[in-house]
């Protein structure tokens, strides 16, 4: 009879603790200092700004292209109507001056557009889900970083753009008027590049939302007033462009180019429904640009909140 000695089961070490004392301190302060405000947030979004520059430095082909693309429209279609009659284009001295303003906004519109793909591109990689468990201040920091980086861009191809159109003949507008072209810009660039955010949560993958850029993009053109006066438009496309946000980003800046001497309450703009004055231009922007931030809160608190 055989007697079976059973060997004692190793004894399992303790799981190590999860307990960090620094890391609670530092939950501790992020939570304290909760807000957009907070210099947690401030960082993470410094940072999240600088890895996409640092993208960009390492291709910056896109950068470049972004500039060279709206200068070859300067050129190109500056010199496809530069023989109009005087006065065809209103008070523009030539093409090319009417033409800078629809660039400008153009250019910015459609750097906004494409704001979402970066973001796109991270989340279909899997580094959004590394953002997303990471110990973030907020994670509103990685969209904010996306605004700021896109905004910076705009900035950069306004400039090129301006001074391109001066070298051309186009001159430039007051420093007042500078500004006012910035801030039109700006406005406009929040807006688009928080619809664009949206969509970027929104569709399933970075096919979809090219399709959607492609889409919108030049018919949102052809049915401004970037190319052509309203009164040149049939009836039912003055209403469409009556309509369109970038109307009111064109006729403000192109107002500006040809007077020195503008106000809140000069007419830029003769719609078929009402004359518009540059106030209501900013106004209408504004609007825009709030519906835009405000339509895209839902959507972002269940996807990254």
């Known amino acids: 009879m055989s007697t079976t000695i059973s060997t004692p089961a190793p004894l399992k070490e303790a799981a190590p603790s999860l307990d960090n004392a ?3 301190a530092w939950k501790a302060t992020v939570v304290s200092s909760q807000g957009l405000v907070s210099g ?11 890895r996409l520059f640092i993208q960009l430095q390492r291709r910056p082909s896109t950068l470049v292209a972004g500039v060279i693309q709206p200068l070859i429209w300067l050129v190109l279609f500056g ?5 109009v009659p005087a006065g065809l284009f209103g008070e523009s001295r030539n093409y090319g001056q009417f033409l800078g303003a629809g660039i400008i906004v153009f250019t910015a519109f459609g750097g906004a557009l494409n704001a979402g793909l970066p973001v796109m591109f991270d989340r279909e990689f899997g ?11 907020s994670r509103y920091s990685i969209v904010v970083a996306s605004a700021l980086f896109i905004a910076t861009l705009s900035l950069v191809q306004t400039a090129a753009i301006l001074a391109f159109s001066a070298l051309l003949g186009s001159g430039l507008p007051s420093l007042p008027g500078l500004v006012l072209v910035l801030l039109i810009v700006m406005t406009l660039v929040l807006g688009v590049t928080a619809l664009s955010l949206g969509l970027t949560f929104a569709l399933p993958g970075h096919i979809e939302l090219i399709a959607v850029i492609f889409v919108t993009n030049l018919p949102l053109l052809f049915s401004s ?6 009164e040149f438009m049939p009836r039912w ?10 109307t009111y980003a064109i006729e403000p800046i192109r107002y500006v180019y040809l007077h020195p001497a503008w106000g809140l309450g000069s007419p830029v703009l003769q719609t078929p429904f009402a004359t518009v004055s540059l106030g209501v231009c900013l106004g209408v922007l504004v609007v825009f640009c709030g519906l835009a931030l405000g339509l895209i809160q839902p959507l972002l608190r269940r996807r990254i909140a």
């Open 127 to 137: 580094f959004l889900n590394r953002f997303l468990v990471a110990p973030l201040a």
């Open 40 to 50: 947690a947030f401030v960082q993470e979004t410094l940072a999240m700004t600088r």
């Open 79 to 83: 010199a496809l109507f530069q023989n």
């Open 225 to 230: 007033t970037a190319l052509v006066p309203l």
């Open 22 to 24: 620094e890391l609670a």
């Open 237 to 246: 496309l003055q209403v469409v462009a009556s309509l369109n946000p970038l």
